[in-house]
């Protein structure tokens, strides 16, 4: 094995490694973007939802209805959010049977 | 999430009817009222409803510029005549002795208090139809 193979692999310390994700940002368009904006979807309706309730508590500014549906969307995103890791995990399963 | 237009209409519905039952609370707890700060009794109010666009944009399909939400536009007051009671002894009595009632009917303030419960009822099973519904599609090929 030559060892002068081993110098082509430099370390770097500049390149900043602890606060970024692994630099694979998804082009548009694919899987991944469109997941993305579903759980940011998501987690946006959660969040609206928490707020409501907190609103709703600590006196008025909202309606109970309000609250009620906001709740009502939060869920049914989470809900579909749980389905589709569901259909990924099944598909990769499946994928992981296949006989090589 | 497509969801979010129905949910839209159907709030504007419970908020209007929320909204009709205010009044009609106000109405009921003034039934006796003789002394208002503006003079006279008092005189029953009653909510105008208006459609707002659901999906506000300009560039819209037919079906999205045909969907309605509702909203209470302005509270106006009944213009009936004041019924008019003779008691003399009463502080508020005028010179020939009468009395001047606010024109709020219980029977009728009543049966409007029944249709917005229900209309505000009808409003709750639609959101709950609905969701219903996209939770059943989400079982599709489970």
């Known amino acids: 094995m030559d060892i002068r193979l081993i110098q082509g692999m430099q370390w770097n310390p500049s390149s900043p490694t602890s606060a970024q994700p692994p630099s694979k940002a998804p082009d548009q368009g694919s899987f991944g973007a469109l997941l993305e904006r579903v759980l940011e979807e998501t987690n946006r309706l959660q969040l609206e939802a928490d707020a409501a309730v907190e609103r709703l508590m600590t006196g008025r500014g909202e309606n109970l209805h309000q609250a009620m549906i906001a709740l009502a969307k939060a869920e049914v995103s989470l809900q579909f959010v749980i389905q589709v890791r569901n259909k990924m995990v099944e598909a990769y399963q499946e994928l992981m049977r296949m006989q090589i | ?142």
């Open chain 2, 1 to 142: 999430m497509d969801l979010g237009v129905i949910f839209s209409i159907a709030g504007s519905g419970l908020e209007a009817q929320r909204v009709r039952m205010d009044v009609i609370a106000s109405n009921l707890a003034n039934a006796q009222t003789t002394r208002t700060p503006e003079g006279g009794p008092y005189r029953r109010r009653d909510v105008l409803f208006v459609t707002t666009p659901a999906l506000p944009g300009t560039f819209q399909s037919a079906l999205e510029a045909a969907l309605r939400q509702v909203q209470v536009s302005r509270v106006v007051e009944d213009p009936r005549p004041f019924p008019e009671i003779y008691q003399p002894g009463h502080p508020d009595a005028d010179e020939r002795g009468y009395v001047q009632l606010p024109n709020v009917n219980i029977l009728e303030e009543m049966v409007n208090l029944m249709a917005a419960s229900r209309a505000y009822e009808a409003n709750i099973t639609i959101l709950n139809t609905t969701k219903a519904m996209a939770l059943r599609a989400l079982e599709i090929g489970r």
